[in-house]
Nanobody, 120 residues
Framework: QVQLVESGGGLVQAGGSLRLSCAAS????????MGWYRQCPGKQRELVAQ???????NYADSVKGRFIVSTDNAKNTMYLQMNSLKLEDTGVYYC??????????????WGKGTLVTVSS
């Protein structure tokens, strides 16, 4: 079992920055794939950023150049640095974890989410 806890959400003005954290605990094995999803008002849940052991991260087109995903394996923590925030970035951000490199059929674990609200 894997537990994921997101933190760092809050209220920020457009153009500002936030850093989200996802702390993982339990039966953590590597290689692994972790990602950030978000649920924005009136939209489908979307993959924001994904990072796999030993490879470069990938990003949704809407956040490329603005968001950076990284991991601290010693702390079993993943981060999402969110810069130049826009109103449309508002939503609940979820952390995910799964074993493997992203193409294996493995269980996906989800956190409960953290709310990001961008204001004008």
């Amino acid at each position: 079992q894997v537990q994921l806890v997101e933190s760092g959400g809050g209220l920020v003005q457009a153009g500002g920055s936030l850093r989200l954290s996802c702390a993982a605990s339990g039966s953590i094995f590597r290689p692994s794939t972790m990602g950030w999803y978000r649920q924005c008002p009136g939209k489908q849940r979307e993959l924001v950023a994904q990072i796999t052991s030993g490879s470069n991260p990938n990003y949704a087109d809407s956040v490329k150049g603005r968001f950076i995903v990284s991991t601290d394996n010693a702390k079993n923590t993943m981060y999402l640095q969110m810069n130049s925030l826009k109103l449309e970035d508002t939503g609940v951000y979820y952390c995910t974890y799964r074993r493997g490199l992203g193409f294996e059929d493995s269980v996906v674990y989800w956190g409960k989410g953290t709310l990001v609200t961008v204001s004008s």
